[in-house]
């Protein structure tokens, strides 16, 4: 009867290969090529971004705001526009009392500094993503099409994005938002956006006529795919990183255009409650009380900052000659 079992495995050397024997180095190193090669553009960024101090920090402060902003309840149970003017006109902050209702002071109409800096992160940060999605997407959807088209659509895209381009931003807020009597957070929004998407469809379209000649997308198209599946399976993943940049930073930027905008008195008004607004009236007592001006200005401006440290901190990581 023939023998059926399989003979082991042996070595260069003729003997067994057993469970004990060392891996031999070649194995280890394409193994280790190849786990090297399936690594994406975004997991390279995330390890990177982990050891980076810069973005932890700045993460760590927006995963603060944002909860801020979603539930001010767990931060204060003063009400913001609870106004005691008779007990507590300008009454300066009580430095030892953290996170009471007089720890920050009264403003002008006897209400809490505190807990009108708690709820007024909501309207703030509400702005800079709204605005950020919709210039995002307009942005991007422009871009695409003016970079993959070319041609005659190109060119009219392009010219009507020079057009927006060239109206000051904080100028055009201004004259749009002055023709709304009602200005809530979403006026304000759409009014930014309206202005704002002008710098992600340049990079957009830089980015997809970049991608477009890539090997990939000439295979695609000669295999007879539709433009729709070339744009978004092909095109739009590998031109999103520069994209995400530019809008992560652009994001700060659009709540100190909030707070510009509400400082002047073209943006947000009562009974909103904003950063921008309490910059507003904490400028009529900056001789008697300048911390009623002081304390919404800091915070503003640590809010930008937290974003533009996180849009540095992603630019940095996507981009492979900054590393």
């Given at each position: 009867m023939p023998d059926n079992t399989a003979e082991p495995e042996k070595s260069v050397t003729g003997r067994p290969v057993t469970a004990k024997d060392p891996v031999p180095a070649a194995t280890v190193v394409e193994a280790g090529a190849s786990a090297a090669k399936a690594r994406s553009l975004w997991t390279d960024a995330w390890y990177d971004l982990r050891r980076r101090p810069m973005?932890?920090?700045?993460?760590?402060?927006?995963?603060?705001?944002?909860?801020?902003?979603?539930?001010?309840?767990?931060?204060?149970?003063?009400?913001?526009?609870?106004?005691?003017?008779?007990?507590?006109?300008?009454?300066?902050?009580?430095?030892?009392?953290?996170?009471?209702?007089?720890?920050?002071?009264?403003?002008?109409?006897?209400?809490?500094?505190?807990?009108?800096?708690?709820?007024?992160?909501?309207?703030?940060?509400?702005?800079?993503?709204?605005?950020?999605?919709?210039?995002?997407?307009?942005?991007?959807?422009?871009?695409?099409?003016?970079?993959?088209?070319?041609?005659?659509?190109?060119?009219?895209?392009?010219?009507?994005?020079?057009?927006?381009?060239?109206?000051?931003?904080?100028?055009?807020?201004?004259?749009?938002?002055?023709?709304?009597?009602?200005?809530?957070?979403?006026?304000?929004?759409?009014?930014?956006?309206?202005?704002?998407?002008?710098?992600?469809?340049?990079?957009?379209?830089?980015?997809?006529?970049?991608?477009?000649?890539?090997?990939?997308?000439?295979?695609?198209?000669?295999?007879g795919a539709p433009t729709s599946r070339i744009l978004y399976r092909h095109i739009l993943p590998n031109a999103l990183a520069p994209i995400i940049v530019v809008a992560t930073i652009a994001l700060g930027g659009y709540i100190a255009a909030e707070a510009t905008l509400s400082f002047l008195g073209v943006g947000l008004a009562e009974p909103t409650v904003s950063w921008g607004v309490d910059v507003s009236t904490g400028r009529q007592q900056l001789r008697n009380a300048p911390f009623t001006l002081i304390i919404p200005s800091v915070m503003v401006s640590i809010t930008v900052l937290s974003f533009l440290m996180f849009g540095d901190a992603v630019r940095n990581a996507l981009d492979p000659k900054l590393r």
């Open positions: 973005f932890l920090v700045s993460s760590a402060l927006i995963v603060l705001l944002v909860v801020m902003s979603v539930a001010p309840g767990l931060f204060t149970n003063a009400s913001p526009r609870d106004a005691d003017l008779a007990a507590h006109y300008l009454q300066p902050p009580h430095w030892g009392d953290f996170f009471s209702a007089d720890w920050l002071g009264y403003d002008g109409q006897g209400r809490s500094i505190y807990a009108r800096i708690i709820y007024g992160a909501r309207a703030s940060i509400l702005v800079g993503v709204g605005v950020t999605v919709m210039v995002t997407v307009l942005g991007t959807v422009i871009g695409m099409i003016a970079g993959y088209f070319g041609g005659w659509l190109d060119s009219l895209l392009s010219r009507i994005t020079d057009v927006f381009f060239g109206v000051p931003f904080l100028l055009g807020a201004l004259v749009v938002l002055t023709t709304f009597e009602n200005r809530t957070v979403w006026v304000v929004i759409v009014a930014l956006a309206f202005l704002g998407w002008t710098s992600i469809a340049r990079v957009a379209r830089g980015a997809v006529i970049t991608v477009k000649q890539a090997d990939y997308v000439v295979a695609a198209k000669a295999l």
